[in-house]
């Protein structure tokens, strides 16, 4: 590297993505300043001011590597380096096949990891408008929840609507107020068993028919938290609907949604129930649990009257009760170019779930990328986007122009983003269901380590 010190890159927001940009970049040997608002101005739905936060669930959903295309991409961030994935490994939790962490525990050591390395500067404040001109290097990260004063000046140099959807936050309830003479622990079909100590990480509350047709009913029938005018003709993202909003769909939606019995067994009658509620471990000591599916627009009172009314939580003491915020997007496939820098201004670079990338992996993988072309860029090194064939470069390519511009909504990492993969059996018939999830997974392991291995020898 060049002995004359680089410039500083400007990282704007310290959620996940902002911090795995930064991270990125200080592994380059370029210094960076991350710029956070929290705690001299907070947002709708964070609790605390620190680093990489989760404000929803604790889950980063599935780490099967073969068969899951989320799994894939953890593999394939741990193999970049990527703080988010070691900080979520280091403070795991169970939940069978899942990768849930600590809330607290992880992001107190993303926080430590950001606030010890020497090449990066935390400011606690807000960047109210467009970044100075002379930021000539600049990622924005300021995720879903982007203030309105820095949402305003990107429209004055897109000339675009920001786009929005809501997005809601399960119950938290304690677990010692959980009734376990009524629930259960186990994991779906007993996932996550090959791991010691695993297999049994859910707390199942079971439903009767009945109970569970009365359940549906109070959902529907109860008193939900009132939009502003501006508010009401935001849509909801498919995959984090409130719980009521499911209900609302028909009276056997949830039993098929989040509710689904199937894979678990009432330990009391060796039969499989009509419908079960699961909780997951929240926090390493295991004294809090999350509803798993139960985002939530009810009202406060409503959620503790209805929600207590699930076998095993009528005495439940709720933690945090959910809530419902407002998140913000921009139209990346039209604004964004191949390297994630702003067509009209490209000094600026975007990251994480502004992008209209969905989840906290999705908007960490995001700020890898961001960050590493960033970094390559200031260092004068050539750079080159992650092969389409992975899962990095899956969710890159679809939010750069694979999806359409007209019709762009928040996506999570899928296999559907992937190009097709000709691979055959043993008879010569192309694979299909989960031999070919398979094989996409060993094309993008072996595509990921070649651009890597690429990415190091440029570096050197």
Not at 4 to 31: D, M, Y
Not at 57 to 67: G, K, P
Not at 133 to 140: C, R
Not at 301 to 306: A, D, F, G, L, V
Request: aromatic share 8%.
């Amino acid at each position: 590297m060049n002995s004359i010190t680089p410039l500083p890159i400007h990282v704007i927001g310290g959620g996940l993505a902002g911090c795995e940009a930064a991270w990125q970049i200080a592994r380059a040997g370029v210094p960076i300043v991350i710029h956070e608002m929290r705690p001299t101005r907070m947002t709708e739905a964070h609790h605390t001011q620190g680093l990489a936060e989760l404000v929803c669930s604790n889950s980063f959903r599935s780490d099967d590597v073969d068969y899951n295309a989320v799994g894939l991409l953890h593999e394939e961030m741990r193999r970049a380096g990527s703080l988010i994935l070691q900080s979520g490994d280091a403070h795991r939790v169970p939940a069978g096949a899942a990768l849930a962490v600590d809330r607290d525990g992880f992001s107190k050591a993303v926080e430590d990891a950001i606030s010890q390395n020497p090449f990066i500067t935390i400011d606690r404040a807000e960047v109210a408008g467009l970044p100075p001109e002379d930021w000539d290097s600049v990622i924005v990260a300021t995720g879903p929840l982007t203030s309105p004063d820095f949402a305003n000046a990107l429209k004055g140099v897109t000339g675009e609507e920001s786009l929005a959807f809501f997005d809601a936050i399960a119950p938290i309830v304690h677990r010692e107020s959980i009734n376990m003479d009524i629930a259960w622990f186990q994991s779906r079909y007993d996932k996550g068993a090959e791991v010691p100590g695993g297999g049994a990480d859910y707390i199942n509350c079971p439903m009767t028919k009945e109970q569970y047709e009365h359940f549906v009913v109070s959902l529907q029938a109860g008193e939900k938290t009132e939009f502003k005018e501006w508010e009401k003709n935001t849509p909801y993202f498919e995959g984090c609907l409130p719980i009521e909003v499911m209900a609302e769909r028909g009276m056997d939606t949830l039993a098929y949604g989040p509710m689904k019995p199937v894979g678990l067994t009432d330990p009391r009658t060796g039969r499989r129930s009509h419908a079960v509620v699961q909780l997951r471990q929240d926090n390493a000591l295991g004294t809090l649990f999350n509803l798993v599916g139960f985002q939530t627009k009810l009202k406060h009172s409503e959620q503790m009257r209805i929600f207590r009314q699930i076998p095993g939580l009528e005495n439940a003491d709720f933690a945090r009760l959910g809530g419902i915020h407002r998140n913000t997007f921009i139209n990346s496939p039209k604004l964004l170019d191949a390297s994630l820098r702003l067509k009209a201004m490209p000094r600026i670079r975007f990251a994480g779930q502004i992008t209209g990338c969905e989840g906290y992996v999705e908007s960490a993988a995001v700020g890898l990328m961001a960050g590493r072309f960033a970094a390559a860029e200031r260092l004068g090194k050539a750079f080159s986007m992650p092969p389409k064939t992975t899962a990095l470069g899956a969710i890159l390519g679809h939010i750069t122009g694979g999806a359409k511009a007209e019709t762009f909504q928040p996506m999570n990492v899928n296999f559907g983003l992937f190009p097709e993969i000709d691979a055959r059996d043993p008879r010569g018939r192309p694979i299909r269901g989960r031999d070919r999830k398979k094989a996409l997974s060993g094309r993008a392991l072996t595509d990921i380590d070649g651009w890597l291995g690429t990415l190091r020898a440029a570096a050197e």
